[in-house]
């Protein structure tokens, strides 16, 4: 089943100087699937990221997700869109210095509707032990590797079970050992729960955690490659 649609997605920054990051992308994602969007520094992929993940509105251009035009959606209604069904990890782990990790991780369900009555700290401790951190609950981030600062991002992520999962080169700021360790669990929480996910790389290595791969160069995809 298709969960998010693109059309003809064009995004132009700039008044004076304009520059055209994405001029024309189209494409759709499946449930359960885990893409990598692969070009050059500069070709678009934080940009489509962005507009994926309705973190920003595209030039002209739809976006549907699960065959909601999304354009339809007031920005309030976007708002709670992105808390309640998507989720996202970038490059800095963004979690925050204050909070315990596991206070991180419960954030997201304090502030949103859809927690229904279950107890939200158990369930932040079920996504701290799904991504292996069930001795770190009351470490705050400087006592966390960035490894594990990571996997506290993506336990936060995944607290609302969101639709798609977004993440914008998370292995950025990682070593090879942690990039793995991140990029398997990943992996893993796509076999086995069906997370979808899209993810922003340009490390070649990171092919084979893919289904598919497309590649952007200039603001236009240039390969659609399958990968399995
Ligand atoms: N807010 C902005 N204002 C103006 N131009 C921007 C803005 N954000 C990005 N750009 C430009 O749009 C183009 C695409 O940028 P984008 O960040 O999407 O690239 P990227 O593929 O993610 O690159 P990288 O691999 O370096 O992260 C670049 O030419 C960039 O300079
Ligand atoms: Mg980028």
């Known amino acids: 089943m298709s969960i998010i649609k693109i059309e003809n997605l064009k995004r132009t920054y700039g008044t004076k100087v304009l ?11 499946s449930e359960g699937d885990f893409i990598i969007i692969m070009g050059k520094s500069g070709s678009g992929k ?3 990221l962005h507009q994926l ?7 002209s251009g739809e976006i549907f997700i699960k065959n909601e035009n999304t354009k ?9 869109f992105r808390l309640e069904k998507l989720g996202y990890i970038f490059q800095e782990y963004a979690i925050l210095p204050e909070l315990t990790a596991l206070e991180n991780v419960y954030l997201p369900l304090m502030v949103s ?22 001795h770190r609950f ?3 981030s400087n006592e966390l590797s960035g490894g594990e600062q990571q996997r506290v ?22 070593d090879t050992q942690s990039s793995k360790n991140i990029l398997d669990l990943l992996k893993d929480l796509n076999k086995k729960l ?8 340009h490390e070649p290595e990171d092919k084979k955690y893919a289904d598919r791969i497309l590649w952007l160069e200039d603001g236009l995809i240039v390969k659609d490659e399958k990968v399995r």
């Open 138 to 140: 009351d470490h705050y």
């Open 194 to 201: 069906g997370q979808t996910i899209i993810m922003v790389s």
């Open 19 to 29: 520059t055209h990051a994405l001029k024309g992308v189209s494409f759709e994602v």
């Open 72 to 80: 339809d959606l007031s920005e309030k209604k976007k708002t709670i």
């Open 53 to 59: 993940g309705l973190l920003d509105t595209p030039t």
């Open 153 to 174: 991002a993506i336990a936060r992520a995944l607290v609302n079970n969101p639709q798609v999962l977004f993440a914008d080169e998370p292995c950025a700021n990682l």
């Open 46 to 48: 934080s940009t489509l």
């Open 113 to 134: 509707s859809n927690n229904g009555n279950k107890d939200f700290k158990e369930k932040a401790k079920e996504m701290l032990k799904l991504v292996g951190l069930e």
